[in-house]
């Protein structure tokens, strides 16, 4: 899940980070601007995830954050990832996704990281209160958390 639950039956435990950038076409106008700001991001045409997605809901939380209640300029609305990735490469606006899926076009020079940040986002695994896991389960739930103590070991300090 990408958001905690607050449920009498239900438990959430973070698992895993995702940062979600801003990204464009090489030539695309926010490339030249610096520094970008808020306002910048509302002349602009998007090609973003369908409303309710994680992605969209961070984006439009973090405007809202900073003031900004005009609705975005969308050119494209689309149901994934790698679509908004390649609709986004090919120019079609500018796109939010997160910095993983956008990590292959970034190294390839498909895709230019615009210097807006955005807030990152956990997500979630939801376990039933009254339902014990099986080994499966337990020793995948171990794995996630395993992952997430290991990485955040790496991080260097600040």
Partial sequence: MEAAIHSEQLTS?????????VVTAP????????????TDLMEVEWVLRERGSGTRSVF?????????????????????????????EAGLGAAVISASI??????????????????ERE???????????????RAFLEMLTDSRTAKRSRRPKL
Avoid: M, W
Wanted: aromatic share 4%; charged share 25%.
């Fill in 13 to 21: 435990a973070a698992v895993a980070r995702d940062q979600i950038i």
């Fill in 27 to 38: 030539d695309h106008q926010l490339v030249k601007r610096k520094p970008i700001t808020p």
């Fill in 123 to 137: 997500f979630y695994v939801l376990t039933h209160r009254d339902r014990h896991p099986s080994r499966a389960a």
């Fill in 60 to 88: 439009e939380d973090a405007l809202a954050e900073f003031g900004l209640k005009a609705a975005l300029r969308i050119a494209l609305e689309l149901p994934s990832n790698e679509a908004v990735r390649s609709a986004a």
């Fill in 102 to 119: 956008a990590a292959p076009s970034l190294e390839a020079g498909l895709l230019q990281q615009i210097d807006f940040r955005l807030p």
